[in-house]
């Protein structure tokens, strides 16, 4: 099987190809699924961290169209699985996962995957050896199911709302992508991935964030490398500015790369857990959305209330959270369409 079978970046998607996925997302969720499109067809899916929404969207865009769904959750109930190439495994992990997906892409006719960043250096990270590796050993499609810096079933998803709430061409539309508070020093895979998808439709992307949480300038510079000819990708710290005129703001928390877990790829160090605290005016509130024309707000979720966004914007009539993620599930099911089905 070819890597052009493969689902693992939307940066692989050249836009006409994409455009067709989502219309295909569309049609599926206005018509409903084929039930027997998939029969006979094996789903394996493979967590290395927990889920709500991907599991619940795979498992359902799978069984909906016919196929048959193995998930497995390795450290819970299946056996703990090592990353490393080469090294001596005398440790907790009974399994290579290369053993575990040359095994599971014997039996499957798909094989989907969610790892996560290895949080030592961005480099690497942007490499991403772990999905990059279970590719090459699988003899079936692969689907990415959020890695290391990219998770393009959850900008599917995004696109489609998008274009379900503003238009199917997003070209040129205003759209505000704001750093957000977290406890927690969040990994950039949804971040990314929804700059590339942005990109790719050719929309007006603005980047917010206090600077010391600026986005990696290589995440900028390649979301900018796959602009369709229209859009564009700009870069802020003033929040009201970035938010003027916007149709659409989507808040996500992401750490940043002046401290650990990017610890090495900057000279500066900062504080990331005393920075993250300095800044929870950031939240989104009501008040932030009047500076945009009348935007729709999106997040991936989970979230973290009253912490990233307030209650009465998630609650509010700007959000579209639940249908994002209701859409997960037609968006999945066209990938699935596509790759197993031939539609
Ligand atoms: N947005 C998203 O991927 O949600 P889960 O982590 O619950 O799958």
Partial sequence: MSSVDNFLSLADAPGDTLADLLRLAARIKAEGPDPALLAGKQVSLLFLNPSLRTRTSMEFAATS??????????????WRVELESGV??????????????????????????????????????????VLTAIAAESSVPVVNMESALDHPLQTLADLLTMQEELGEDLS?????????????????????????????MGMDVRVVSPPEFALPD??????????????????????NEALSGTRVVYAKAWGSVQHAPYEGDAGEQIDGQAARMAARDWCVTDETLQCGDEPIFLHCLPVRRNVVVSDGVLDGAHSRVVQEAGNRLHTARAVMARILGGA
């Avoid at 798909?110 to 690497?124: D, H, I, K, N, P």
């Avoid at 040129?172 to 929804?194: D, I």
């Avoid at 995440?219 to 929040?239: E, F, K, N, Q, Y």
């Fill in 65 to 78: 169209q016919g196929a048959h769904v193995v998930t497995l959750a390795p450290g819970a109930d299946a």
């Fill in 88 to 129: 001596v495994m005398d440790g907790d992990a009974a399994e290579h996962l290369t053993d575990a997906v040359r095994v599971l892409s014997e039996m499957a006719d798909l094989v989907g995957v969610r790892t996560f960043a290895g949080m030592r250096s961005l480099a690497e990270d942007r490499d991403e050896p």
């Fill in 172 to 200: 040129s539309v205003p759209v505000t992508l704001t750093w957000a508070p977290h406890p927690k020093p969040l990994p950039m895979a949804v971040t990314a991935a929804f700059l590339r998808g942005a990109a790719r």
């Fill in 218 to 239: 290589a995440l900028i510079t390649d979301a900018r490398g796959i602009l369709p000819g229209t859009g564009s990708i700009s870069v802020h710290h003033d929040r």
